[in-house]
């Protein structure tokens, strides 16, 4: 009978964890209706290149600075872009309609320190164009995409990479694995995002999570192609980012 009823218990236990894991699971917003093409455009950093590929591509991808200083978000990887003086908000003003496409804004610098700013700059721009529904917010920093969430933003946490870097640590598949996932559990993302390496690994190990890719094969071959569709073809893969010149391979 004391076994039947650690068995019991045991099985209670084992339930309860499971019904748990499956609420970490499907906590990401799988229900938010992507566009129809997975391929959007990677390193938008014109505003003419915007205005030309509006159209071309459902969705877009640009590197933008949160400057402190100046108080204002520029288009641009590094701090020193921002000499360049293109402001985001005159980025999106070139566009026609610019609630018909989809933005991933890639903050270079965001962190817990600036985020509050960065939303207090970035949120008048996104009622001004109506991209609410339509701007994914990334960065690896856990707690600034917590406050993007509190800003009513989908987030795209970037995630490591086995391959990218030359970290020893970095090469356990286990440890990264654990790690990206804790990092899920504690921020419940919209998106994970990593470059082109991870696939079929980020897929096979977290299939419930819409999974971003970027960094893919460059150059516009009939080899890579053939990759971008199979990267395509997964269902938990909602965006890859190319530098082709047209979404149009299928």
Known sequence: MKK???LFFIAISF??????????QTSCQKEYKYPKSKLWKHGVYSKWEAKELEGVFDGLEVDVIYSPEKN???VGRVVADTIKDLPLDEWFSVLNEPSKTYYWIDFKNLSKENADSAF????????KYGIEEVTFVESQDLKALKIAKEN?????????NLHYWKKRYLKDTIFVMNKIRSQIEELHPD???CEYTMFPLLCDTFPEQNIHFWDT???YTPENVEFTKKLCENE????????YPTADIF
Do not use: F, G
């Not at 207090?120 to 009622?127: I, M, R, S």
């Not at 009513?152 to 995630?159: E, P």
């Not at 938990?236 to 530098?243: G, I, R, Y």
């Open 120 to 127: 207090e700059v970035l949120n008048p721009l996104v009622k």
């Open 191 to 193: 998106a994970i995002s």
């Open 236 to 243: 938990s893969v909602k965006v890859v980012l190319v530098d």
């Open 15 to 24: 339930l309860s964890c499971k019904n748990e894991y499956k609420h970490i």
């Open 217 to 219: 094969p460059k150059d």
């Open 72 to 74: 204002n978000i520029y």
């Open 4 to 6: 039947i009823t650690i």
């Open 152 to 160: 009513d933003y989908r987030t795209i946490l970037w995630v490591e």
